[in-house]
């Protein structure tokens, strides 16, 4: 995510290390790097100009924090005009009425009916809503099938009339069945186009004007950059959308787009799109961006990931196991079941600060875990409960089922083993006594 920015920003910050003090003449040349970058990822070049503008009159009259760094000093700097420039604070999402209508709008390709799947099952699982899915895209080939698909992925209806082509009168029957069988959110996907057009613009409108949505929301595919902050103006122009949702953040992304689109249309980013998954969605919080853009990674947010895969029952019933010796493959490849849940593991691994730059030319495969998976379920249910009676063998058999070389079947076996050990001593007391232990091997 915005690897490339996040280098460029790196190394224009770099200019000012070693120095004593910040001058003019420093922060200058610093602060021309960065709006270097900040326009070679799609950034408008006023809004980089000002961008940069406003860190130079806070750089130079600075003294509150004298005894950092000059370095460091320009880099929280930067960090907060970032965040201020992407909307300041976390923006939330309207779900005052009953029920609460929501409006996607958006060009087509932008991800707008998988974005629609997402923030469904989002509301289904973090806000305990029933939400109806409203198929009201008449155009395009097989958009309707693909929101039905959607919704049986994640177990949420989806209400169509084939036999309709008014999309406004489709939307207006959706919000009636919804009122009628309890749900309490509906999400209306609506056509896209290939581009802003007048008849695109006023079927949407049509259908605002019908509904009164509580939320209109832009869907903008952040890999098409200044495009999409010009797409946004047009389409607010004429619907004064609430705010905008960012898709393919995961994907080869300049970052232009969620750097300036709310300084154009002044709306807040809501949520971003950052994978294929369901899951795959996240509140954007201009701070945490700010920090992954700079390099800082995002603690939070990688806690708040695992903490919603976390189970205390599980938890409970895998501490007994270990202080029982009976941790097996099965319960395995439930931790690594809950590990993919969390999203991509470059996303992941960027939000561990300075793990990013460090992998950065690494190959961070999502699939890191299918040969495991693949070992784990070539074996019968008595070897993934007592690895210790798999044999030379068993081995062969296993490599064999799995697609994969006894080596592996070995490499595996053997990390298991002394993972199992680890966690066994971690149990009780014998946490403090591996502190101990790892403290005499200094």
């Known amino acids: 995510m915005f690897d490339n920015l996040s280098d460029k920003l790196d190394k224009a910050l770099h200019i000012l290390k070693g120095h004593g003090q910040i001058t003019e003449i420093n922060v200058a040349e610093t602060l021309k790097e960065v709006r270097r970058a900040l326009v070679d990822a799609d950034v408008n070049y006023k809004i980089a100009k000002d961008f940069t503008a406003r860190v130079k009159e806070k750089a130079i009259g600075e003294n509150v924090l004298k005894s950092l760094k000059p370095g460091q000093l320009m880099v929280k700097l930067v960090k907060d005009e970032l965040t201020e420039l992407m909307g300041g604070d976390a923006a939330g ?3 005052s009425d009953s029920p609460s209508i929501i409006l996607m709008s958006g060009l087509q390709g932008s991800g707008k009916t998988t974005f629609s799947g997402k923030l469904a099952n989002y509301l289904k699982n973090k806000k305990t809503k029933k939400p109806l899915l409203v198929a009201c895209d008449v155009y395009r080939p097989a958009a309707i099938d693909q929101l039905h698909v959607v919704g049986e992925q994640i177990n949420v209806e989806v209400f169509s009339d084939r036999g309709n082509n008014d999309p406004v009168a489709i939307a207006k029957a959706g919000v009636a069945h919804a009122k009628a069988n309890g749900n309490n959110v509906v999400i209306i996907d609506t056509a896209g186009r290939l581009a802003v057009d007048e008849a695109m613009m006023t079927e949407i409108e ?7 949505p509580s939320e209109t929301l832009f869907v903008v595919d952040s890999m098409t950059g200044q495009d999409a902050v010009n797409t946004a103006k047009a389409f607010n122009d004429v619907l004064n959308f609430d705010g905008v949702i960012l898709t393919k953040l995961d994907g080869d992304t300049r970052g232009g787009a969620a750097i300036s689109i709310k300084s154009v249309v002044n709306k807040p980013i809501k949520f971003i799109g950052t994978g294929e998954k369901m899951e795959a969605i996240d509140v954007f919080y201009p701070s945490r961006m700010a920090d992954r853009i700079l390099g800082m990674g995002d603690v939070v947010s990688l806690v708040e990931r695992a903490q919603e895969q976390f189970d205390e029952e ?86 064999k089922g799995s697609g994969t070389s006894i080596q592996q079947v070995n490499q595996l076996l053997k990390q298991f083993d002394q993972m199992s050990k680890m966690m066994k001593m971690m149990q009780g007391g014998g946490g403090k006594r591996m502190m101990q232990m790892m403290g005499k091997m200094r």
């Open 93 to 95: 999402i309207n779900l």
């Open 206 to 212: 049509n259908i605002h004007k019908a509904i009164s």
């Open 314 to 399: 599980e938890a409970r019933k895998l501490q007994k196991k270990i202080a029982k010796n009976q941790f097996g493959f099965d319960d395995f490849l439930k931790q690594i079941q809950q590990i993919k849940k969390m999203g991509n593991m470059k996303d992941l691994v960027g939000m561990i600060p300075g793990a990013g730059k460090m992998m950065k030319n690494m190959d961070i495969d999502d699939d890191a875990f299918k040969h495991i998976e693949a070992i784990i379920h070539s074996m019968t249910p008595a070897e993934r409960a007592k690895p210790q009676i798999i044999n030379a063998s068993r081995k062969k058999r296993i490599g």
